[in-house]
């Protein structure tokens, strides 16, 4: 199983953006989700996460213009970004927490390969 990420590109300040992530493979329920971004010379951060629940959590950095949301049939995650700076310039990771066995309420964590968004002033 893989965290297949997309939606990264370039955008001018002001602009928006869409991620994705979902399992390539498959699998039983994902548990808590999320996205965390690495910029250049920076150490990863946390950008929002979801709950099975829908319940969120939310950088401050980014709150007001990203919208985490999840569709729990699919297994997939969502970034809306909204009104993107130039420090928002990072690769972002998504992240969830998946039940591989029905026989098993045991979860394992992925991280996906990371997609480059790129914000020009």
């Known amino acids: 199983v893989q965290l297949q990420a997309s939606g990264g590109g370039l955008v001018q300040a002001g602009g928006s953006l869409r991620l994705s992530c979902a399992p390539s493979?498959?699998?039983?329920?994902?548990?808590?989700m999320g996205w965390y971004r690495q910029a250049p010379g920076k150490q990863r951060e946390l950008v929002a996460t979801?709950?099975?629940?829908?319940?969120?959590n939310y950088a401050d950095s980014v709150k007001g213009r990203f919208t985490v949301s999840r569709d729990n049939v699919k297994n997939t995650i969502y970034l809306q970004m909204d009104s993107l700076k130039p420090e928002d310039t990072a690769v972002y990771y998504c992240?969830?927490?998946?039940?591989?066995?029905?026989?098993?309420?045991?979860?394992?964590?992925?991280w996906g390969q990371g997609t480059l968004v790129t914000v020009s002033s």
């Open positions: 493979g498959s699998i039983v329920s994902a548990n808590d």
């Open positions: 992240n969830a927490h998946l039940r591989l066995a029905l026989y098993s309420y045991r979860t394992s964590e992925y």
């Open positions: 979801i709950t099975s629940g829908g319940d969120t």
